[in-house]
């Protein structure tokens, strides 16, 4: 992205707020578009990418995200809107893409001749990741549960192997994500306002989603009005939440 006089990573980050109102202005659709590529590259758990970022710039779909927002101002003066989604129920197409991914690194060679690290890079996407994300109505998810519970009585093990668990790992990636969009977006001047209280059922049926997708988030964008961020930013004393060991 070219921008002139784009803001450092530390200066982005102190310039971001939740602004709540946005002015009438709008703003370029290809450079949120960068951004939401921008959020692409946050981290996410073994590299799953379980999530799905709807942009929206529809002024009519955008009322209707606003009255399903509860009529949130960052809703309805958003220019834009940005949906983060997450898609756990895409696990095995994203494994296979994975696999897919290191075979094409490895070059054309029968597995026979894998090295020890390709081949435990294999079978972590063949093995381990489907022994954690499969399961069925949650029961197995609860069986493997206890049994690594029983297992981390005598060893290091990963605990979190319930349906839920998955559920979260999910959630944390896709906010890692959309962290990364809204910093993008402070250092183009561009604002955001992350948003959680809303109807997820009619959000769904406005995108169009299936069941088994969840909202993680969403994202109203636009410049902020002179009276769009509802005070100065308080947060609790460091001194009360860093501890050094």
Sequence with gaps: MDVANEKSASEA???????????NEAIDTEKVKECIQLATLAPTSSNMQLWEFYHVISPEIIEKIAKASFDQNAAKTA??????????????????????????QYGNKPEAEYSKREKFALNYYQKIIPALYFDFLG????????????????????????????????HKSAGLAAQNFMISMAAINYDTCP?????????????????????????????????GVYGERFRIPFEETYFKI
């Excluded at 029961?139 to 998955?166: C, N």
């Design 79 to 104: 220019q834009q809107l940005v949906v983060v989604v997450t898609r756990k129920d895409l696990w095995r197409k994203r494994v296979q893409s994975n696999i897919d991914y290191l075979k094409n």
């Design 195 to 227: 948003m959680e209280g809303f109807d997820s059922l009619r959000i769904k049926n406005i995108l169009h989603l299936p069941a088994s997708a969840e909202i993680n988030m969403i994202l109203g964008c636009g410049v902020r009005d002179e009276n």
């Design 139 to 170: 029961i197995i998810g609860m069986i493997k549960f206890v049994i690594f519970q029983v297992i981390g009585v005598f060893k290091p093990i990963y605990r979190e192997a319930r349906q839920s668990d998955m559920r979260i790992v999910a």
């Design 13 to 23: 980050i102190k310039y971001r707020r939740s602004v709540r109102v946005f002015k």
